[in-house]
């Protein structure tokens, strides 16, 4: 996701920086710990914090368990986020915001109300260095008419169609869709620019917009919803007026 554009858009981290508030006594106590366990290279330990999979920035692969963590460990936890954590001050670098945790200073690292780390909004430059090389990867993998993207955001499916999302720099997003059975390489049926992302809320749900003529098709991702909700929707209008609306699943992000 720039979409979540890793994990929270910046607009939402804005958002929850007005409501931070003071690190209670017990949860200053819980930080303390993970600070030593971060200092003392504790892998094993500091692997206990996380839920698998847990999400990197697309597209650098999700850690899919323990054992994928800790031989990730030193791509994650960089001497940059390290020092960041061990030098913190559990009372004055940590703030509790609500219902989304507990944030390092501004957002560099996340806890929730679990306890469980939820998101590390930090890159070392050895995953820069991949993030770089997976999108050269990527632009070989779809048709030459859409290798142009500055970065990837997210590969959607429905009953009927593949969605492309990408990013192509200075707030212009690109929607690309195929029939499902197609091929990413093969020429899309509909390539629409100059999209728009929008921040829906401040639990990290988002859609991008995206205008052809009297046709608007939106690609909802939904990062909070209820049990049952899909994980994207598709809806196209015509003149205002819906004509389709498909749940998806996000195969990339």
């Known amino acids: 996701m720039k979409t979540y554009k890793f994990f ?4 939402i981290f804005c958002s ?10 017990e949860y200053q106590k819980f930080i303390s710990k993970f600070i030593l366990e971060v200092k003392n290279n504790d892998k094993e330990a500091v692997s206990k914090r996380f839920k698998f999979p847990f999400k990197r920035e697309y597209p650098i ?4 368990d323990k054992q994928d963590f800790i031989k990730r460990y030193n791509q994650i ?9 061990t030098k913190s001050d559990p009372a004055k670098d940590w703030s509790e915001v ?17 306890g469980k780390i939820s998101s590390i909004n930090h890159q070392s430059d050895e995953e820069l260095k991949l993030k770089k090389e997976l999108i050269a990867a990527q632009k070989k993998e779809v048709n030459a ?23 192509l720099g200075n707030d212009n997003y690109r929607y690309a869709s195929w029939s499902v059975k197609q091929k ?27 205008k052809k003529g009297n046709f608007t098709y939106n690609c909802y991702i939904i990062v909070l919803g ?6 994207a929707i598709l809806t196209v209008h015509q003149s205002g007026k819906e004509i389709l609306s498909e749940d998806a699943k996000i195969v990339r992000q």
């Not at 929270?8 to 607009?11: P, V």
């Not at 692969?61 to 899919?64: I, Q, R």
């Not at 609500?98 to 679990?114: E, P, S």
């Open 184 to 210: 990413m390489t093969e020429k899309p049926d509909l390539i629409i620019e100059k999209g728009v992302f929008h921040a829906d809320g401040t639990g990290g749900n988002h859609y991008y917009e995206f």
């Open 8 to 11: 929270l858009t910046f607009l």
């Open 226 to 231: 209820q049990s049952d909700s899909p994980p």
């Open 98 to 114: 609500g219902w989304r945790g507990i944030m390092l200073n501004r957002g560099d690292l996340w806890i929730d109300i679990d």
């Open 145 to 167: 008419s859409l290798s142009n993207f500055k970065e990837p955001v997210a590969i959607l499916e429905t009953s009927k169609f593949r969605i492309r999302i990408d990013d």
């Open 61 to 64: 692969p999700l850690v899919k």
């Open 16 to 25: 929850s920086f007005v409501n931070a508030q003071d690190l209670k006594p």
């Open 77 to 85: 936890f960089d001497k940059v986020l390290i020092e960041k954590i």
